[in-house]
């Protein structure tokens, strides 16, 4: 396939199914020579191709430095998050064991009462009715 940079067409072969992206990069190329030309007037076909490799290459490292930090801070929020999810596992382990030991005394005192009471229940043997 045929693409256009700086007025001049260039053959380029290309997977099947990629014309359409080798287009857009072939166009997005062509408008850094473009941009370029404006700023810097004609200088020459190879040194206008050159400053618009050299810039597309700024671009790419500038994305892989964010890439970079934002994989960083990923990491960091994961780790975090890691941490609070074990923390409040404890947590619900503390909780639970609480809760247990409440259960238990309180069937302890409920037990208490029933005995107590057991005891204190109206009888005909024990003279009260």
Known sequence: MNVEINGRKYRMACED???EHLLALAGRFNASIEALKGSFGEIGDNRLTV???IAVLDELQEAERRIARLQHDIAELTEAGEALANEAGELEHKF???MAEAARKIEAIASAIDEAGAGAAPTQ???RL
Do not use: L
Request: proline share 0%; net charge neutral.
């Open 51 to 53: 400053m618009a490799g």
């Open 96 to 98: 639970g064991k609480r």
């Open 17 to 19: 199914g990629q014309e």
């Open 125 to 127: 043997e024990n003279g």
